[in-house]
């Protein structure tokens, strides 16, 4: 039965919202994972009413008045989860931000928020790359290295709903610093930041990692290395994270994996020095197969396919006490 | 109702069989998880067949013909699991030993096998130091490093039962050979065998751990110094392991752990140096709660608490079919 009254339904179409340092986004998901329509706007920069209320905007858009299941965001951390207070880092205006309690008013109905990372590993496991694959780490190597841990064919929160921050698997005890604080992070060496950075701290003078892999593909040894080492480091994480998970698959993407063909010897080199141990043997690193809204695809899939990917521990049910 | 025609019962009361290289172990254990009698005999050399007699005397004195609802056995990695054929290490005459399908025969009941460090992790998680800790590492640090991985208050197997092998976390990429043919892992610096090959390398002259143990607590500054490289080994590991599961507990257990006052403030500090996410900031590492018979108590969970700690798709439910 459809209750279109209160704007929801049970028609399995639900609302999915994806926020980004860039751009936010927002689609109708129907329950076959198919992104029905979907919009974007840039993200303002400003204080955090001006962001929400561009967000706000664009999902009034693009829901168009049509009952909806349910909601799922994705957004960048770190949050408070599954309160869903978030201070993503590229947001400065949102910080302790009540996300999902605001969408929860202004929806009237459940909303599940998850990390923007986590979304495009359920997204691939639930529809794409990883499918059929029911441990698997999904990872986006981009300003940062995320990811979500599917294990077990479900997804995995931790005990604070951090998991998946392989990111800040060690891969070099001595190596560089991390902006965690800590020291050899995996993101420390590959994210695009720390790519350029080194290479800059070794006499390459261009500045992003789309002109560091130009570079690159031009013959500089420099850029080179800079991308080698990438690669090495994204090895060694994945090796470390596949022995202790036991992995059969991982799905890697983000814009700095734009340089695949730069990177891709130096980490199957490192997994195949590393990552030795008989079960490990078919472990594969794929791409992702999603396009662009795979976050939308992912953020949906916590309330279309809740039973795997949302443990939220009761937070929907206790945030709709305060639906107006 | 009580069966006991055909051995089996609904007290909860389970068989449970821990097999060592160095001693097999079996006891009755109730549905709260106390050890209600057991006893123990070395593991004979020899043939596997001699094993297994001797582990089927052992078995029936303990079980001394009461009705048993089920039993639970860990076991020396190698294994395939969840078929329980195995493959110890330490156990020379068992490979591809169809253990579980033997018991189930014997027995005349379900049978559930897994590797004998998760059964001590799934024992702590259940009755012991992790009690209440829904996303904890166990550790056993003795002739190897292995462990047992608990997340959302389940057991994690992995693609193929493996999820747990923390030995194999890389902590040094340029660091020494590993015995699965990769370098740098955790067990290639922590292990007692490891441990004391790199001290006499470095010009100590004794045989062994205990031996290290000594001469390090009476300032020998090379066994000092191989404890040091342990500990920090192990805690660059959890580090690693902590952020990618969000783990809130680590309970490090094994004979290397008796030497816990000359490990404990280069994990520590290793810890403190690479562990630096805020969701970690309640991390903690313990010792095991239980005594000599935590393997019987975990072989025990997975029968006696199965929803949480047994996924074994069916397995038993198979095997049955091979019971006369």
Redesign the interface.
Known sequence: MSDAADGKDDSGTVLAVDVGGTKLASGIVDREGNVVRCDRVPTPSGDGEAVWETLVELVDRVRDGAPVAGCGVGCGG?MRWPAGEVSPLNIPGWRDFPLRERLVAHLGCEVRLHNDAVCLAVAEHWRGAARG???T?GMVVSTGVG?G?I??G?L???????????G??????DGPA?S??????LEAVASGPRLTAWARQHGWTGTTAVDLAGDARAGDATAQEAFRRAG?ALG?GI???A??????MVVVGGGVMGSDDLLRDALVN?LR???????LARLTVVAPALGEFSGLVGAAAMVLAGDRYW?GQGAGTAAATLTP
């Open positions: 770190p694959h029911d441990n780490l990811g841990l294990l077990g479900r995995i929160d931790g005990a604070t709903g951090n998991a998946g921050h392989v800040h698997v060690v891969v070099d005890p991390c965690c604080g800590g020291r050899g992070c090495h060694v090796a470390s994270v022995a202790v998970c036991d992995l059969s490192a020095a590393h990552a030795r141990l008989d079960f443990s």
